[in-house]
């Protein structure tokens, strides 16, 4: 997780969403992603850190053969990146903060098709939590950033401990 964080903040440096995410496999990272696409305009809604990820994961030859992966991100993957994290061969996923707002991976998947609902990908969340929740806070105490500015997850972040 903290390399993620350490993507997270380069996210951040760079006027972007804190979002980092890494996939590990074999006890070393193969794939890495970073929010982009927010620092300017009304926020690209595609290019996710963990979207960013899985599409090196993917060009880097997906899931090494008979390994478990786990997928380490900074905040909470929201429903877009759980469905293709669900696809994408990854065994676990583990997040830092909660996406108060919207949030995926805490979905009830009985209620799905079987394609996702047996994916079988375990989640578990707030990992280094106050570390990641600290970017969020910057993010959301900079004027200059406009991104989800007013929104439930601005004022829930600011005013979470």
């Known amino acids: 997780m903290r390399v993620a964080l350490q993507e997270a903040k380069g996210a951040l440096e ?3 969403f804190p979002v980092g995410c890494i996939v590990v496999a074999q006890g070393r990272v193969v794939a890495s992603g970073r929010r982009s696409g927010t620092a300017e ?3 690209n809604e595609l290019d996710h850190a963990e979207v960013t ?3 090196r994961l993917l060009e880097a030859g997906g899931v090494p053969d008979g390994s478990d992966a786990t997928l380490y991100c900074t905040m909470e993957p929201c429903l877009m990146c759980f469905g293709a994290i669900l696809l ?3 065994s ?3 997040w830092a903060y909660e996406d108060a707002m ?3 991976a805490s979905c009830d998947l009985s209620s799905v098709g079987p394609l996702y609902r047996e ?3 375990a989640v578990q969340g707030r990992v280094l939590r ?3 929740l600290a970017l969020f806070k910057t993010f959301f105490s900079n004027p200059d950033n406009g991104y989800w500015k007013d929104s439930f997850l601005e004022r829930y972040t600011l005013t979470t401990v």
Do not use: I, N, Q
Request: glycine share 42%.
């Open 41 to 43: 305009g009304p926020g």
């Open 53 to 55: 990820a899985l599409r």
């Open 88 to 90: 994408s061969g990854v």
């Open 119 to 121: 994916a079988g990908v």
């Open 14 to 16: 760079g006027g972007d």
């Open 92 to 94: 676990r996923v583990v």
């Open 130 to 132: 106050g570390e990641s």
């Open 102 to 104: 919207g949030g995926g």
